[in-house]
């Protein structure tokens, strides 16, 4: 699991580094660009990725994010992490068949029930808040998975970091 994330991390960080003129830019002299600069101002979703397909969950891996992550015992939306759910946003409204299910994940610390509770709250955050941002609630399912599904194995601030999270997972329409 920890190949696959860092995996994704490594193409996230290609994608991003690389960058094509496309057709139109060369023809005109900047109209391109500022029609890049004013979706990017609108938080909306970066070009898609060659050959990944529109509204699937790769899709929101590469050109979105998946996941946000919480302090200890939090579960509210911190200002670093709304700029992902911004993201999230616009790519539901940019995909309108797609339906999601928010994950809310914990770190191995407290009791199961305890975790599961806090997972609960955490996913619903994440949902509140792209509802909020203009979503369908319709389209947003929750789920807790508690301490249950760690993705970092260990008893050390960088596990619990990494553990602490939402995660967005696309469940229709795009799979």
Same mark, same amino acid.
């Given at each position: 699991? =920890?190949?696959?994330?860092?995996?994704?991390?490594?193409?996230?960080?290609?994608?991003?580094?690389?960058?094509?003129?496309?057709?139109?830019?060369?023809?005109?002299?900047?109209?391109?660009?500022?029609?890049?600069?004013?979706?990017?101002?609108?938080?909306?979703?970066?070009?898609?990725?060659?050959?990944?397909?529109?509204?699937?969950?790769?899709?929101?891996?590469?050109?979105?994010?998946?996941?946000?992550?919480?302090?200890?015992?939090?579960?509210?939306?911190?200002?670093?992490?709304?700029?992902?759910?911004?993201?999230?946003?616009?790519?539901?409204?940019?995909?309108?068949?797609?339906?999601?299910?928010?994950?809310?994940?914990?770190?191995?610390?407290?009791?199961?029930?305890?975790?599961?509770?806090?997972?609960? =709250?955490?996913?619903?955050?994440?949902?509140?808040?792209?509802?909020?941002?203009?979503?369908?609630?319709?389209?947003?399912?929750?789920?807790?998975?508690?301490?249950?599904?760690?993705?970092?194995?260990?008893?050390?601030?960088?596990?619990?970091?990494?553990?602490?999270?939402?995660?967005?997972?696309?469940?229709?329409?795009?799979?």
């Amino acid at each position: 699991m =920890r190949m696959k994330i860092l995996s994704v991390l490594a193409a996230v960080a290609l994608v991003g580094g690389c960058e094509t003129a496309s057709e139109e830019s060369g023809k005109s002299s900047s109209s391109g660009s500022t029609a890049l600069k004013l979706a990017h101002t609108a938080n909306a979703p970066a070009p898609a990725s060659v050959g990944v397909k529109a509204g699937t969950q790769q899709d929101l891996v590469v050109n979105v994010g998946d996941r946000i992550f919480f302090g200890y015992d939090k579960f509210t939306v911190v200002p670093e992490q709304a700029t992902t759910l911004n993201k999230q946003a616009a790519w539901m409204k940019a995909n309108p068949s797609v339906t999601v299910t928010v994950e809310g994940h914990c770190d191995e610390r407290g009791t199961r029930e305890y975790n599961l509770a806090l997972g609960e =709250r955490r996913a619903n955050s994440v949902k509140d808040f792209l509802v909020a941002a203009g979503v369908n609630p319709e389209r947003i399912k929750t789920i807790s998975y508690g301490k249950e599904r760690p993705v970092a194995l260990g008893s050390n601030d960088t596990a619990w970091k990494q553990n602490r999270r939402g995660v967005t997972k696309v469940t229709g329409a795009g799979s």
